[in-house]
């Protein structure tokens, strides 16, 4: 039902150049792409500046300026792509202000149902009541799935938060998303994107309380009576575990990996008054692959990145006066050698639907008409369900913390 509603509100969204490749498109085309015409290509994206990391091996990445919302470099900023827990980064976008955080809640066993199997855990138990400010510490720095559920029965239960997290969605603009379940875990069909990522972190570092919690280091956190135990951020680059520094200026934002979706993460750094977004996803090798890759796009970004001009921009949601944009066809997935302007046609893989009255379109040209099938929406995500083995598999209060193996 959520696909074929998704569906219809693309179809309001206009009909404007959708039939047509972007190599053949009118020049009103360029406005039917999220963030510009030319996220919508194949490969490396980028104008002005040279010097890019030459050994990126992420399916898809994106470097924007937060201020302003440019996007200086991309590659395949649209992907469709399992998020794995970076989708935490809507969650937070769309339950965060609902709830003081004095407020209090007793865990029930309700409250955590269904969470998945081998799922990532801060420890939370029934009978413990919890502050909302110590489960949002769970979220952001275990990437605790039972603080999630937990928060996500406070909004009104899963189903209701996961339609909350798509309306927040489409309301950032962020189409390239489809929400399953509102922790990230693999699920079929759950999906987003590199721009669609740095959108939600954009949107959440504006709110005071985001930024505080995913900029959290280490929290106490209740293990029942007043006993605690200590919890550590599990981004790298944020504590510089498992061999890797502290980057310097390093400001959240949020990571994430499942065997499916393997590694993914967006970081925020400030600089010189210069604040940057880099969102990597699915890495080739490596655990620390998505930290490292990150790193070397953030100082491309502080270094030869000044001087680049920007090749698209980050979209406003529309509750805050953003114009509304459509959908973006999904660049394929061919990889432009490393430093190259992107100069690839653009071309979309296939032929995207147009709905209206008639529930079809002839195009116009030579007297031919062409059918017209829309998308699978995880055609490029392998839709199979998978075990979350890699993040913190909690088992206890203290043993959550204690032996976890960070594999978020």
């Not at 309700?110 to 199997?117: K, N, R």
């Not at 693999?186 to 959108?199: E, I, N, P, R, W």
């Not at 973006?328 to 009255?357: F, H, I, N, Q, V």
Request: with cysteine.
């Amino acid at each position: 039902m959520r696909d074929s509603s998704r569906l219809t509100r693309r179809a309001a969204l206009g009909l404007t150049a959708a039939a047509l490749p972007l190599s053949a498109a009118t020049p009103a085309s360029a406005a039917a792409v999220i963030g510009g015409e030319r996220l919508a290509r194949s490969g490396i994206q980028v104008r002005g500046a040279a010097g890019l990391p030459k050994k990126l091996t992420a399916r898809s990445w994106l470097v924007a300026d937060c201020e302003s919302g440019e996007v200086l470099a991309a590659f395949d900023a649209h992907r469709r792509l399992a998020p794995a827990s970076t989708l935490k980064m809507l969650f937070a976008d769309t339950v965060l202000k609902k709830f003081e955080r004095t407020d209090r809640h007793k865990v029930t066993d309700a409250d955590l149902a269904g969470i998945p199997s081998g799922s990532s855990l801060v420890g939370v138990k029934p009978g413990i009541t919890y502050t909302v400010e110590q489960l949002w510490q769970g979220v952001f720095l275990r990437s605790g799935n039972d603080a999630v559920h937990v928060l996500a029965h406070m909004n009104g239960g899963v189903a209701q938060t996961v339609a909350d997290m798509q309306a927040r969605a489409e309301d950032l603009q962020a189409l390239d998303t489809h929400v399953v379940s509102p922790d990230g875990f693999d699920h079929k069909g759950q999906l987003s994107s590199a721009y669609d990522l740095t959108l939600f972190a954009r949107h959440g570092l504006k709110d005071e309380d985001f930024r505080g919690y995913c900029g959290t280091r280490t929290a106490d956190f209740p293990a029942g009576g007043k006993k605690t135990f200590q919890i550590q951020n599990t981004d790298r680059l944020l504590t510089g575990a498992w061999g890797l520094g502290t980057y310097k200026g390093l400001i959240g934002v949020k990571n994430g990996y499942t065997s499916h979706a393997g590694n993914t993460f967006t970081g925020a750094a400030t600089r010189g008054g210069r604040t940057l977004l880099v969102t990597v996803m699915h890495p080739a090798t490596g655990s620390n692959a998505v930290y490292e890759e990150t790193a070397a796009l953030l100082d491309w970004g502080f270094g030869a990145g000044r001087s680049a001009q920007a090749v698209g921009m980050l979209v406003e949601p529309l509750s805050e006066g953003g114009a509304k944009a459509s959908p973006t066809p999904e660049p394929k997935s061919a990889r432009a050698a490393a430093g190259a302007s992107g100069s690839a046609s653009g071309r979309p893989s296939t032929w995207r639907l147009l709905e209206g009255a008639a529930g079809t379109v002839a195009l116009l040209g030579a007297g031919t008409a062409w059918a017209l099938r829309r998308r699978r929406a995880g055609k490029n995500a392998g839709e199979t369900d998978a075990v979350e083995t890699g993040e913190t598999g909690g088992t206890g209060a203290g043993k959550a913390a204690a032996e976890s193996a960070d594999r978020d």
